[in-house]
């Protein structure tokens, strides 16, 4: 019989270990001494020991799950259990022990771990379904579109949650996307409609445009060109590819009959020019008429000028003011000499100013008289009232006086 302090091979090679409990029945061994017996089942002892300091460093060090490491601790406790080892079977019951503690600690931790995570996930998708649906009533179609294509990447990268709140949330997410895919789709439709609309606009206005690139009649068709103009900007812009083409045929229409008036207008520009050089020279020559010494050779001379200047034509508009003020200003002077060469010799005017000019004075002297009296009475009141009438009587006499000097005196 052989012994050592966990186990012993009784005489019928039985053999046994001890523990707590008393002496567990490991096995039997008939094949050799009872050492070699104790030495074998001592090597499996020492087997369970590597294999339980595996499992615990996998524990601490890898992210094994709790289901495997539960199931690889209890493979281990069966073996320890079933007494097939020579060797402290309480210490590596005890390890195990400690291991499962230590693998239902890391579950705990991991649940909540997982809890965190899902509250995190969970919050992180409200969140995204929250700005969804903002941006779901956005009319910045571009940038909109683009975030909620990023939105729907960071959807992909968040962990699942609970499938009936995951579902509930995707759905609201989902909507969102679509109701922004309607609504910008029917933005652009509607869009396309304008724009067709104004295309159609644009093809009349061009039409008109072109029609009128060869008229000669300036003035009208210079302002329907800008009519023109208003009701182009007015249409609003047709399709890209169409409105450059239809653009610079509504503009080279314009340039085409822009261009012969200009060419016109400085053809008239410069006769005009010389027209003004001719007329000024023509005001010079009757600003010698003035002052008028012959009436008779001055309204000649005049008439023979004026006739000169109506057949000269336009000048520039802007120095037209001024020359024919000019001419103006001499014709008024001849007809104020006429007006008073008039005068002198209309005999019934001057026995009409002598007779104006008679009544004056008789009614100038009867104030005087009347004054005199009045302040012979000492009535000074009067007095001075019919001085003040007296005073107004006077200037029209004096008046009167000098318009009789200008029939001759």
């Known amino acids: 019989m052989s012994s050592d302090p966990w186990g012993r091979v009784d005489e019928t090679g039985t053999v046994y270990v001890r523990t707590a409990e008393g002496e567990k029945v490991v096995g039997s061994w008939q094949a050799g001494t009872p050492e070699e017996a104790l030495a074998y089942f001592e090597r499996k002892y020492e087997g369970l020991v590597v294999e339980i300091g595996l499992l615990e460093k996998r524990v601490r060090t890898t992210d094994l799950s709790a289901k495997d490491a539960t199931a690889a601790i209890e493979h281990i406790r069966q073996q320890v259990d079933e007494h097939h080892a020579v060797g402290d079977l309480a210490a590596l019951a005890t390890r195990l022990d400690k291991l499962v503690e230590t693998v239902d600690s890391r579950r705990e931790e991991r649940k909540a771990q997982k809890a965190k ?72 439709a509607s869009l396309d409609a304008q724009r067709e609309d104004a295309r159609k606009a644009k093809e009349r206005l061009v039409a008109e445009a072109e029609s009128l690139s060869n008229s000669t009649d300036w003035g009208n068709t210079a302002a329907r060109y800008r009519e023109l103009m208003a009701e182009w900007k007015a249409a609003g812009r047709a399709q890209r590819e169409h409105e450059d083409d239809l653009w610079n045929r509504f503009r080279g229409a314009q340039d085409v009959f822009f261009a012969a008036r200009g060419e016109v207008f400085a053809e008239r520009d410069a006769e005009q020019t010389e027209n003004l050089k001719l007329k000024e ?31 000269i034509g336009h000048v520039p508009r802007d120095a037209r003011p001024k020359v024919e003020g000019r001419m103006h200003t001499v014709e008024r002077a001849i007809q104020e000499a006429e007006e008073t060469e008039w005068r002198r010799t209309n005999p019934e005017a001057r026995a009409r100013a002598a007779g104006l000019t008679g009544q004056l004075q008789d009614a100038v002297e009867k104030l005087r008289k009347q004054i005199d009296a009045a302040r012979a009475a000492g009535n000074d009141a009067k007095a001075d009232k019919l001085s003040r009438e007296l005073e107004g009587r006077q200037a029209l006499l004096d008046q009167a006086l000098k318009g009789l000097e200008e029939f001759g005196g």
């Open 117 to 188: 995570q899902t509250d995190e996930a969970r919050s992180a998708k409200e969140k995204l379904v929250t700005e969804a649906e903002e941006l779901a009533q956005s009319e910045q179609w571009r940038s909109a579109g683009e975030r909620l294509r990023a939105l729907v990447d960071t959807w992909k990268g968040l962990p699942r949650l609970d499938r009936k709140s995951d579902d509930e949330l995707w759905h609201r997410f989902s909507h969102a996307r679509s109701a922004f895919s309607k609504r910008r789709k029917a933005h652009f």
């Open 281 to 311: 020279d023509l005001a010079t020559e009757a600003e010698k008429l003035v002052p008028v010494t012959d009436l008779k050779a001055a309204r000649a001379a005049f008439r023979s000028l004026n006739e000169r200047w109506e057949a």
